[in-house]
């Protein structure tokens, strides 16, 4: 089985700027350069013959690059509790109307469609089941309000294979598609 994602990686400018606004949260899991990336479609896992299709089928995409910027930060919560920090990203029409080419192409292969409302977001950290910390969580999202950037374009739409282990997940790029500028 393979676990798959689609997604676009940010500029090495801007992942080392997302490097420097992370840390201050005891407990929080990180991410490293390699793990910096926007989602447009978690896809699950799935036998090889599918995962080709789907490679196959993400090669015929035709989309402009989008060009976004960065905006703030923010957090995702279950059951009250933070599990996730990231960046937000702005604005997110280009990037929304890619995930629905992707989504629709990957749906045209059987699978169910996204189901979720899109947020575009870069996943900074993961807070562990107990990790507690919250004022210092309602701290780093106080320092970081403000985090921007220039615009930048993420020209490659991004297959990624998600292998889970010990310390987090580990992605290996399993396509990369040019998107038109």
Known sequence: MHRLFVALRPPQAIRAALMRAMGGVPGARWQDDAQLHLTLRFIG??????????????SGVAAAAPEVALAGVGRFDKRGRTDALWAAVAPHEALAALHRKVDHALVRLGLEPERRAYLPHITLARLP????????????????????????????????????????????PVLRHPLGR
């Open 129 to 172: 089941r107990g990790a507690g910390h919250g004022a210092m969580i309602e701290r780093w999202l106080a320092d970081h309000a403000t985090l921007s950037s220039a615009p930048f374009a993420m020209d490659e739409l991004i297959l990624y294979e998600s292998r889970l282990g010990h310390d987090g997940a580990s992605y290996a």
């Open 45 to 58: 896992e799935v036998e090889r013959p599918l995962a080709e299709e789907i490679a196959l089928a993400l």
